[in-house]
Nanobody, 125 residues
Framework: QVQLVESGGGLVQAGGSLRLSCAAS????????MGWFRQGPGKEREFVAAITSSGGSTSYADSVKGRFTISRDNAKNTVYLQMNSLKVEDTAVYYC??????????????????WGQGTQVTVSS
């Protein structure tokens, strides 16, 4: 069982930066692949980024590639999402998720068994 708690959301102007954190409980964090998803107002939940358990492989949605960076610190049981050059359309609730398939870095929500409660990111123009 893994419990996930996101933090770091807030209000930022377009062009600004935020770093989201997701702290995981349990001793098995290093065996889980991790992902970030988001859900904007009136939109479906969508994939943002993912990272394998070792951190050796990452993937990104086209909409955030080159602006967002996913990373993890297994010693701290934490995964991060560094968000730069934020746009109004990045406004959403951001969720981290854990997959027991340590080599997975894909975008399918069904591959992720554990989800955090979400953190709000609002980008103003």
């Amino acid at each position: 069982q893994v419990q996930l708690v996101e933090s770091g959301g807030g209000l930022v102007q377009a062009g600004g930066s935020l770093r989201l954190s997701c702290a995981a409980s349990g001793r098995t964090f290093s065996t889980y692949a991790m992902g970030w998803f988001r859900q904007g107002p009136g939109k479906e939940r969508e994939f943002v980024a993912a990272i394998t358990s070792s951190g050796g492989s990452t993937s990104y949605a086209d909409s955030v590639k080159g602006r967002f960076t996913i990373s993890r610190d297994n010693a701290k049981n934490t995964v991060y999402l560094q968000m730069n050059s934020l746009k109004v359309e990045d406004t959403a609730v951001y969720y981290c998720a854990g997959s027991p398939n340590r080599y997975y870095s894909g975008s399918s929500p069904t591959a992720y068994n554990y989800w955090g409660q979400g953190t709000q990111v609002t980008v103003s123009s």
